[in-house]
């Protein structure tokens, strides 16, 4: 169940306007919404190691904090998806919505998947000359060239030619952009067109529903930077450390 873009945009209008602290424009809210999932959606990353370090987890059901990041993480979690293209016989472009790579399969003769390690690449200079170690057709091995190429070896693999259809990666997928979609009215007033929400031309939120509230006012945090105003962003941003707090007690 995805987030309403219109239901955040008018309350973060309604908690802005409150106090007359300002009016933030659709353009500012795009760009705010999308800056605010992309740092809530990456905490969860750093707050699995973080709880998994301090052994966070319990036996309860709905509260095992690591399993509630899974959970949230989850519907962004795409599994054994082919890359998009293979070049120069062995290097193969991501899809383009990865935002962290998984576990890399490669399919031996189109039968059966291997894991392909991921390997340095100084490492990978060794192992090509120790004939125990060097990567061969049904063991190969990747180096990460580039944040959207891999590079995959033995470069020519006798177990059958990397190719779209055998190559494939489990990964986790970054959150579609946020758009607040409108059209411009006319004011009955004679004054200023303002802007109507366009539901057929807007894209939700796609954090978790219970993120509503943290997007909220970490986009009031981020208004209050472009509004200049020190006591939204003090506002905001107790509110977001309250809810921290909560879920860390």
């Not at 060097?134 to 959207?148: D, I």
């Not at 190559?167 to 979609?181: D, F, L, R, S």
């Amino acid at each position: 169940m995805a987030i309403s873009v219109d239901s955040v945009y008018q309350k973060v209008l309604a908690l802005a306007n409150k106090e007359q602290r300002g009016y933030i424009t659709p353009l500012e809210f795009n760009l705010l919404a999308n800056q605010a999932q992309d740092i809530i959606f990456e905490q969860y990353f750093y707050d699995i190691k973080q709880w998994n370090d301090q052994k966070a987890g319990n036996a309860t059901e709905y509260s095992d904090l690591i399993d509630i990041l899974a959970e949230k993480i989850s519907p962004f979690e795409k599994f054994k998806v082919a890359v998009t293209a293979i070049a120069s016989t062995n290097e193969a472009t991501l899809p383009t919505d990865v935002h962290k790579l998984g576990t890399v399969f490669y399919a031996v003769g189109g039968a059966y998947d291997v894991e392909v390690e991921r390997v340095e690449k100084n490492d990978l200079h060794y192992m090509e000359r120790t004939a125990i170690a060097a990567p061969v057709g049904v063991r190969p091995v990747y180096v990460r060239k580039s944040n959207t190429v891999i590079k995959l070896f033995p470069a020519t693999n006798p177990s059958g030619a990397y190719s779209t259809s055998n190559v494939t990666v489990n990964y986790v997928a970054k959150p579609a952009e946020v758009y607040w979609g409108y059209v411009l009215i006319p004011s009955s007033s004679g004054g200023n067109e303002y802007p109507l929400w366009d539901p057929s031309n807007s894209v939700d939120f796609t954090l978790h529903p219970s993120e509503e509230n943290t997007l909220i006012y970490k986009i009031l945090e981020l208004a209050g930077i472009v509004l200049a105003d020190p006591g939204l962003i003090q506002v905001a941003g107790s509110k977001d450390i309250q809810k921290i707090q909560q879920e860390k007690v």
